[in-house]
């Protein structure tokens, strides 16, 4: 080797150093030509790391060095002679353990690393681990310290190639985890750990068992950190363990509880760090999202809430976006309430909360509040029987002496009218003068214009009585308040408007004027958000208003819109996507004109790159960001990333350096801005029909792309579009209506059939390998709805995979329910999380539209099915269960009709057993389960005639102020008890059954219903019209309510022809009757 290369090199390597930004230029450009595309510069950048006196040129030589060893795999490195390779693989590991300053011992232990790389797997370099284990055991503190970060380094590289030494690595990590003097050592091992779990399989047994044996040392590691407040070496660990968490392979099933314990004890500790508390609770969080069955099975819930009650009590930052250990202990709750089953999670939760809020401390009572709003989600089902005990709660909240507790109750309703929406309707009486109330208090003003914004939602029933005082408040509010309760009151205003619907025309025009000039607003941060805000309140109004009222804006707006895209914000993007979304619905070809203006920024926002430098170095590194995170990125040590690469293509960062969180923050916004373009391409189709046409296929093409996407929020936009184009391309073309059939007797036209084959496959494909819950639920819904529209067409040549997405997720072994902790063989647990069973519905509504496609061709796979969604109807199953299955079954009854005739004895077996269930909901879809049973089977049911009415007779006991569900329940009897009069009169004892049916009359909820009953009635007229004499004056004024033009419609044009021809033949009798019930108008000639 040239001595004056090695200088020139070493010299050039120093001015890169220099500030002077011509020098580093010239000398980047002089390496990058003359040296590093030179062998030789290996060893002289070798002699450099061990020669040079200047610490920062050593380590900037072994960064370097790392990258020419690792360039084009290896292949500069094999260009070098082989006694210069090795005499580097004898002497570098040695002379690092002589180095001085911690950061070039990582660097040069990294390219230690990436020579292992390429000389282990070959088996060419032998020596290696026993050097590195012997190094691992030395007397010498600071080499045990080298020596397990090169065998760490090394392990990142090239686990594969020391897999056969597995025994002897984990009998090393059982001593270095105990190091006496170094805890760096006891750190280090316990990464190297983590690289190592992520090749174990399953079937491994006995590594499994070894690697279990060191996991208590390790978690001790984790407390020793945190207890010495050594923050990089706690984030790293906590990295490992999150990684153990995420993985396939069981590794801390064993561990759990004590697990739990440990970061309860870590996150609960005041006297530490609170940035390690968060990171200890931020692993529980993430054990509660993946190691579920454990805590299900260990019944370890009511635990976990009792000690992350006292931390929901400790302050919160002013900051939104800045984390504390309140906060997480807030997330956690929510992660046990929406992944455990309710029954574990609730009723620990209640005592809690009633202690709490019991106390004298606001701050108790505040938590108690916070964890009340927090679990309503995953529990909104559990709860709904209990609020009787929970409201006096909630009221007393909102008069608290302490603003604290009364702005947390405000969260709290927000929470309840999102996921208890009747509840809050019903308590419309306390909730809007106790929030009104708020609003006037500075204290609590925000809290309380967001629970009014949420309460607004849901109220249009009943929002006549206060829209003029919430209107002249909210518009005042306008004028004063500052800019983030601005914003707060512009989306309460919307909410208003969208629940008034036309009542909000007269405040229209006035609150346009007020809002016009958020709409200019160009500032970061708060004014962006206001501007966005109003925007989306806008495109309200318009749909509340109509097109004709909202008209003369719509130019303008359309043009705000556009310059709010051109604007550098994803925020505005996003609404600006959201108005385009409802432009197009309210002015439907009206807005075709905007398309060659609006579609471009949509696709171009579904193809933008998400990022900079930090996303490319990741995408050559890993495949996605949970997988960067796996290989233990740590935020500690992160520093900003250049653009800057070498002339080789190679960032010149190294990957541990990038900040993944940081990185994740960045691009969330852009990801939230692509799934609301992905899911308006659909809306603009089905909003614009043929003029979206020249859209299509490109639009098609990009979502298919986005379905790969890492965010589940994107993969589930994209497959709403993809299908809302099918759908709408279906409609588009010259179609008759399907016949239902395995075989496809109404062929598709060749267009729509093409698109299908380029979209269901991709789908397919999707779901394989889909983790998220929502994602797979929302693909069965709109599958289900598409398969609906298209019929056996759609499903021709993919009806086996369709078939098989419900029968997995029936049998709970979609990829998105699968648990590394639960045993194959072994049977998933009854009780589970709400979350789970809309999955499970979601997946009867497919199999309820397949048996609608194929008719009676359906009879095969129902023998496969009907066990499958029984199961779901036991007693101890939620009501969301029992509820869907039963729903299920009778649309599948509805779809085979008399080819459900052979399983006729089973399904009303078990219908009976729905007929005597607590629950309305369950007995309104048994009742209309038993009719179409009757209806369509072709075995006699007349002998179970009399029981069948005795089972549905107190479902027609109800009064005027009976929640909905039992007033559903009624008409779904009526319905029924229709069914069995036209399937045999004879059976039915009219004398006793049409007092009650006809007093049932008009239907008030369930308006389909009307077509047995009004069969019925049709029926008995033609064949025993005196029966129904008594009951004439009633029926005609139940008449006169279907007929009302002012209603809704509430019986379809066929029953309205036929009903306008009763009307006639009963005036031909009897003028005076149907005069006095005000039918005059629907006799025919009148």
Known sequence: ???????????????????????????????????????????????????????????????????RVAYNSGNLWTLISQDEREQIKTKFPELILGESSNPVRHSAARVVAAIAAIEVPMGTWPQLLPFLQQTCTSPNASHREVGMFMLYTALENIVEGFQDQLTSLFQLFSQTLADPDSLEVRITTARAMGVIAQFIDADEKAYLAQFQALLPGMIQVI??????????????????????????????????????????????????????????LNALNWTVQYKKSKLQSFGLAPSILEHLMPLTTEE???????????????????????NLPPMQVF????????????SQDPAQRRGAMLALGIAVEGCSEFMTPLMGEVWPIIEAGLQDIDASVRKATCIAVSCFCEWLEEECVAKHTVLIPAIMNLINDSATQRSACTALDALLEILADVIDQYLQLIMERLSGLLETAPIPVKSVVTGAIGSAAHASKEKFIPYFEPTMQRLQHFLVLTGEGEEIELRGITMDAVGTFAEAVGKDHFRPYFPTMMTQAFEGIEMGSARL????????????????????????????????????????????????????????????????????????????????????????????????????????????IGMLFNATQAHFLPYVEQCTLELVKLLAHYYEGIRKSALDSLLEIVRTFYDLSDHQDWEAGATVTVPLAPTVKDLIGHVLPALMEMYETEDNKSVVSALCVHLAETINKIGPAFVEGQL????????????????????????????????????????????????????????????????????????????????????????????????????????????LE????????TDAEVLSNAAFAVGLLTEYSEVDLSPQYLHLLGALRPLFVVTSDSPASKLNAKDNAAGAVARLIVRNTAAVPLDQVLPVFVEALPLKNDYLENRPVFRAIFHLVQTNGAVLGPYMDQLLRVFAVVLDPNGPDQVGDDIRAELIQLIGVVNAQDPAKIQAAGLSAFVPGA
């Not at 009723?347 to 019991?358: E, G, N």
């Not at 609006?598 to 790159?609: G, N």
């Not at 078990?910 to 269930?917: E, H, I, M, P, T």
């Open 223 to 280: 407390g020793q950190c945190v207890e010495s407040s050594n923050e990089a070496g706690a984030r790293n660990l906590f990295d490992v363990l999150e990684t153990l968490l995420i993985l396939e392979v069981p590794l801390l099933s064993k561990i759990i509880p004590d697990l739990v314990e440990f970061l309860l004890r870590c996150g609960g500790n005041r006297a530490y760090d609170g940035e390690l508390r968060i990171l200890a």
């Open 316 to 338: 919160e930052p002013e900051d939104v976006d800045e984390d504390a250990p309140s906060r997480s202990a807030l997330r956690i709750i929510d992660g046990l309430a929406t």
């Open 1 to 67: 080797m040239q001595p004056n290369f090695v200088q020139g090199l070493h010299n050039l390597l120093v001015q890169t150093t220099s500030n002077d930004t011509v020098v580093l230029k010239a000398a980047t450009a002089q390496l990058n030509q003359d040296y590093y595309k030179n062998p030789a510069c290996i060893s002289a950048l070798a002699s450099i790391i061990t020669s040079s006196p200047d610490q920062a040129i050593r380590q900037l030589a072994a960064v370097e060095l790392r990258k």
């Open 910 to 917: 078990l219908f009976y057993q729905a007929l005597s269930d």
């Open 347 to 358: 009723p620990a939760l209640r005592t809690l909360i009633v202690q709490y809020f019991s």
């Open 573 to 680: 993007r996003e609404c600006s996507f959201l108005f385009f979304g409802v432009m197009a619905r309210v002015f439907g070809d009206e807005f075709a004109g905007y398309l060659p203006q609006v579609v471009p920024p949509l696709i171009a926002s579904c193809t933008q790159d998400e990022g900079t430098e930090e996303v490319r170095l990741l995408s050559v590194t890993t495949s996605d960001p949970n997988s960067a995170f796996n290989s233990g990125l740590s935020a500690s040590n992160a520093i900003p990333v250049s653009d800057e690469a070498d002339v080789n293509g190679l960032p010149t960062e190294e990957l541990e350096d990038v900040d993944l969180d940081k990185l994740l923050d960045v691009n969330s916004a852009i990801a939230v801005e692509k799934e609301i373009a992905a899911d308006t």
């Open 800 to 907: 086996e995979p369709i078939c098989g997405i419900a029968i997995q997720i029936l049998e709970q072994k979609a990829f998105c329910q699968q648990d590394p902790d639960q045993d194959e063989e072994e049977e998933a647990p009854e009780a589970q999380a709400e979350y789970d069973s809309v999955l499970v519905s979601s997946a009867g509504d497919l199999v309820a539209a397949l048996a609608n496609a194929l008719g009676g061709d359906f009879a095969p796979a129902f023998g496969r099915f009907f066990p499958l969604i029984a199961k779901y109807y036991k007693k101890n199953r939620s009501l969301s269960d029992r509820s869907s299955a039963i729903g299920c079954l009778a649309e599948i009854i509805a779809g085979m009709k008399n080819a459900v005739s052979p399983s006729t004895e089973p399904l």
